[in-house]
C-alpha cells in the first residue's frame, strides 16, 4: 500500500513522439520466442525541413543587430541564451518578418522603432 504524499512512479506505454534509430549489431536477443517480425522502423523524409519551416532569418540593424544570419535547424521550437544575447530580438523579427504587428509583442506600436538607434533603414527577411 502506498503511503500518502509519497509518489509511485509507473513506466509510460504511450509511444515516444521522436523515433529512435536503433543499431541492430547492439541488440540484445530475447530467449522469448516471438511470432510476429519487429516492427520496421519509419522511413526518414529525404528533407529534413517540414514545409512551411523557418529555414533563415537575416536581419539587418534590427533592435540590438547591426547585420545577422539565423539559420535554425529543423526542428527548432526554442531559443534559449543568457540575458541580454537577442533572443527577443530574434523572436520580434520572425513576428513582423511573418507580417505580425508591431503591438503583437508589446514593445512598440510602429515598425519604425525596431530599427536599431542611429541608423534609418532596417531588415528582415525570413526565407522559409
Do not use: W
Request: charged share 20%; glycine share 10%; aromatic share 4%.
Amino acid at each position: 500500500m502506498a503511503t500518502p504524499g509519497r509518489k509511485t512512479s509507473t513506466p509510460s506505454t504511450l509511444p515516444s513522439k521522436r523515433a529512435l534509430l536503433r543499431d541492430p549489431s547492439s541488440e540484445v536477443r530475447s530467449k522469448r520466442k516471438s511470432s510476429a517480425p519487429p516492427a520496421p522502423l519509419p522511413l526518414q523524409s529525404s528533407r529534413p525541413f517540414v514545409e512551411g519551416s523557418i529555414v533563415r532569418i537575416v536581419m539587418e540593424n534590427f533592435l540590438t543587430y547591426d547585420i545577422c544570419e539565423v539559420s535554425p535547424g529543423p526542428h527548432l521550437n526554442m531559443i534559449i541564451g543568457a540575458n541580454g544575447t537577442g533572443k527577443s530580438s530574434i523572436v520580434c523579427a520572425i513576428c513582423l518578418g511573418l507580417a505580425g504587428k508591431p503591438a503583437f509583442m508589446g514593445r512598440a506600436d510602429k515598425v519604425g522603432f525596431f530599427v536599431k538607434r542611429g541608423c534609418s533603414k532596417g531588415m528582415v527577411e525570413i526565407e522559409l
